[in-house]
């Protein structure tokens, strides 16, 4: 059984690009759930998935997307980056929309300049 | 609203036990989570109470009071390898975790 992955591990970006970044769910788990975490903090919520549909958002602007695959994997997309998007963000999978333990990646270290 | 609290930083001694509590107010309580995360890794799950009471697993236990929206990590028998953050999460409603900013616990000789 493999753990939770993401992809890439580290990234830098300018001001206004466009970013996605990648996770594989834990082998069946159904719900992928995204987080951002600035330095220092806790992380936060952005979105989760659940079988392809998006079951929850954070406070976050609409320039956060997502997308849920059929074998579960999901993406997160940023447009516009702004310098304050810099952050870990990690991903947990989990089963039935997290409603037990969440298992979290590795995380994609990003940063804006 | 959500609004998590915890001590920002804790030292305590190898060997010795460790209390970090962590108090919470919310609506649509739906349990309370704790997370290991060591610098630049990912957090890990240590322990989940959505009733009252104490939940130990091992050297870690992890009580709950809804009543008074508190819980508590206890740690014993501490040892160097704890030295790590912890991050208390609430869960309201069936899916969105909201995390406190996490207790950074150095654990010294």
């Known amino acids: 059984e493999t753990g939770v992955t993401q992809s890439p591990t580290h990234l830098i970006k300018t001001r206004g690009q466009q970013v996605t970044l990648r996770c594989s769910s834990q082998?069946?788990?159904?719900?992928v759930s995204w987080y951002q975490q600035a330095l220092g903090q806790g992380p936060q919520f952005i979105f989760q998935y659940y079988r392809e549909e998006e079951n929850g958002r954070g406070n976050f602007p609409p320039r956060f997307s997502g997308l849920q695959f059929p074998n579960y994997s999901s993406e997160l997309n940023v447009n516009a980056l702004e310098l304050d998007d810099s952050a870990l963000y990690l991903c947990a999978s989990g089963w039935d929309r997290g409603l037990d333990e969440q298992f979290f990646g590795p995380g994609t270290r990003l940063t804006v300049l | 609203g959500q609004n998590i609290d915890q001590p920002t930083e804790m030292t305590a001694t190898e060997g010795a036990i460790v209390q970090i509590n962590c108090t919470y107010q919310?609506?649509?309580?739906?349990?309370l989570f704790w997370y290991q995360q060591h610098a630049g890794e990912a957090p890990t799950f240590l322990s989940y109470n959505v009733l009252d009471g104490l939940e130990e697993k091992g050297r870690f236990s992890s009580f709950l009071s809804r009543s008074k929206g508190y819980s508590y990590l206890l740690l014993k028998e501490l040892q160097m390898k704890d030295s790590a953050s912890y991050l208390c999460a609430e869960r309201a409603g069936s899916y969105q975790l909201t995390f406190g900013k996490g207790t950074k616990l150095s654990v010294i000789p």
């Open positions: 082998s069946g788990h159904n719900t």
């Open positions: 919310t609506s649509g309580f739906n349990g």
